[in-house]
């Protein structure tokens, strides 16, 4: 059969579904993505309201990513950075710590600031040079222990390293907290060293335009796959795609590359426990001193994890006032309206943030999958789940853009393997 005559459905058009359509397009084929919403991106959303660019979800692309190295055209996506490093605010005062090595801006705040002991910042360093040494599918591999124990925790690990109470309370917790979107750091420390490693390895950083802009560049770099927008997909079955509004469309293979236990008949029941969090957007005014810095509050009572000044990095879409986002990762049960009053309050005496006026809220319940194994990567022949179909997605692997990336192409390449085509792949 001629490639383009092969029949390859993509369920979902977030980073999965988009980097497994590139694979296939690389080799002939003509796949089409079917997207329940009306658009590209998934989890990787921006809105434009009032003027200001909100993602939806505070997040960031980590340039160290070896994958989004290898797709992404950095220099187009006119990628801004944050500084390494983090402004802590407790009791009222605010405090910066971060790599002197890399900003030397930050070398002065990061002597006098009282956040950890000096050994706790000579291990921060130690740990950011034993981490470069080591792959990222390393810091994922199990410790060859004879009880086969599984990696720890990342609080456990932080303690076994020795790192003192204060510098775990004050800056590990809230700045891992707001990635991992867990508040007690109960994730693995294959997650903790990951992360940690990219951190070290490059910096965190925004499309000018808006996180979307990673999704929008992969949908423009595909020129042979059609969309189909608006069309919620309800059942998958070996060569057959059954959408919600009864339409049946014959497939060769089909890549599902979303959550599959409610598609798939035989997955029902294996659904995804997931995390989930807030993220707020105020306006307001501008700020004097301001630095490209993710801002923790550290007091355990607050509900704000972490925050940050967006108006800071250059973005296309300028609003008049300063743009704040919020996090909140602490599960409640307080009312939309309710979580803004606490957290204007609390932006005032913890951050010194006055006159916040509230722009947008959104409660993103599915945010990332809460996972009891973590991987860095799989071959293309573990994606399959049935004769000719596939499965993507982040919650394969690990939370994140990477393995989003990772997993799209793993199960692209397991398709191509059924299709005769010879993969190489390290895995
Ligand atoms: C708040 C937040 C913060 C994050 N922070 C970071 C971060 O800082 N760094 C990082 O690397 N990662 C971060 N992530 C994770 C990252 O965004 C995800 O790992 C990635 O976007 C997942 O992509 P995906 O393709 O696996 O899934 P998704 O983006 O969920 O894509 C699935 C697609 O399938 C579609 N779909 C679902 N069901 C159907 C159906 N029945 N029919 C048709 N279409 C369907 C959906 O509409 C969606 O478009 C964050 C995520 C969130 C939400």
């Known amino acids: 059969m001629d490639k383009k005559e092969e029949s390859i459905y993509i369920i979902g058009a977030g980073i999965s579904g988009l980097i497994a359509a590139q694979v296939l397009e690389s080799k002939g ?8 919403s009306s658009g590209v991106g998934g989890r990787v959303k921006t809105d434009i309201v009032d003027g200001y660019q909100l993602d939806r979800g505070f997040q960031v692309l980590l340039d160290g990513y070896p994958k989004a190295k290898q797709y992404l055209d950095y220099d187009a996506l006119q990628l801004q950075s944050f500084l390494p490093g983090a402004q802590i605010f407790k009791n009222g005062k605010s405090q910066t710590i971060g790599d002197p090595l890399r900003s030397l801006k930050l070398l002065l705040p990061t002597l006098k600031s009282s956040v950890g002991t000096f050994a706790d910042k000579v291990k921060i360093l130690k740990l950011n040079n034993t981490l470069q040494k080591q792959s990222v599918e390393d810091c994922f591999r199990e410790p060859a222990s004879p009880a086969g124990r599984s990696k720890k925790t990342t609080l456990e690990y932080l303690q076994e ?28 420390s294959a997650m903790f060293e990951f992360v940690y490693k990219m951190f070290g390895e490059g910096m965190a950083t925004l499309p000018k335009a808006g996180i979307e802009a990673i999704p929008q560049q992969l949908k423009d770099k595909l020129t042979q796959t059609t969309f189909r927008f608006d069309s919620k997909v309800k059942q998958v079955d070996s060569n057959l795609v059954t959408l919600e509004n009864g339409e049946a469309l014959n ?63 250059e973005t296309e879409q300028l609003g008049s006032e300063d743009l704040l986002s919020v996090t909140v990762v602490k599960q409640h049960d307080v009312s939309v309206e309710a979580l803004v009053a606490i957290v204007t ?13 509230f722009l947008k809220h959104y409660r993103i319940s599915k945010a990332l999958p809460k996972l009891d194994t973590l991987r860095y990567d799989c071959a293309p022949s573990e994606t399959q789940i049935k004769e000719n179909v596939f499965l993507a997605g982040d919650y394969l692997l690990n939370g994140s853009l990477n393995a989003a990336m990772i997993s799209g192409e793993r199960a692209a390449q397991g398709a191509l393997e059924k299709l005769g085509h010879i993969i190489e792949t390290e895995v």
């Open 161 to 188: 390293k020795g790192f003192s109470h204060e510098i775990i309370t004050d800056f590990f917790k809230p700045f891992f907290s707001g990635i991992f979107l867990e508040p007690h750091l109960d994730t693995s």
């Open 345 to 357: 309050s609390e932006l005032s005496t913890y951050c010194g943030i006055k006159n916040a006026k």
């Open 251 to 313: 497939a060769d293979y089909i890549i599902v590359a979303t959550e599959a236990s409610d598609l798939i008949p035989n997955m029902r029941g294996q659904d995804i426990p997931w995390k989930s969090c807030d993220t707020l957007y105020f306006t307001i005014p501008k700020m004097k001193d301001r630095k490209p810095l993710i801002g923790l509050v550290s007091d355990e009572g607050a509900h704000i994890n972490n925050i940050f000044n967006h108006s800071v990095l």
């Open 29 to 36: 084929y003509t796949p089409i993505v079917i997207e329940a």
